[in-house]
């Protein structure tokens, strides 16, 4: 499937317009520094509208060019429609249970869903699926300090 740049480039720039207001009204500010957890979130909005206003341009100078939708051979296929599904789904799964489960059992059963639908023997996707979370959730968590959620894993939380 093929968007013609516009398009691309107008989904760009309203993402990025969402990351910028949302850093710039969410975040708090540090007292005594004049870069708060703000900064960079509202440096990559800005980039990602800027691309995309530079896309829109793009795309409506190749207007007569470039149709709007190129559907591809991917499109017609029951099998790779069915996976767009899963990994949407997932994602959606993602932002709607993470809260409640923590980031470690919720990303080992979407890793290990996707890693089984793709191929995967589920023995060994469950020890792939363990594994990259554990060192994801150690990566971001012990040494960039982000605050994952512990959902119901709070009593054991490390």
Known sequence: MRFNDAITGMVLLLFGAAVTIHS???FP???GQNYGPAFFPTIIGVGLAGCGVILIIQGVLKRHEVP??????????????????IILGCL?????AVDFLG???TSLAITMLMMIRFGVRPLN???MAAGSTLIIHTFFYKFLLVPLPWGIMQPIAW
């Open 68 to 85: 709007l939708v190129v559907m591809g051979e991917w499109a017609r296929s029951p099998r790779h429609r069915t996976n767009l599904a």
């Open 125 to 127: 996707a469950l020890y």
């Open 103 to 105: 980031f470690v059992p």
């Open 92 to 96: 959606l799964f993602y932002i709607l």
């Open 24 to 26: 710039q009204l969410s």
């Open 29 to 31: 500010g540090l007292p």
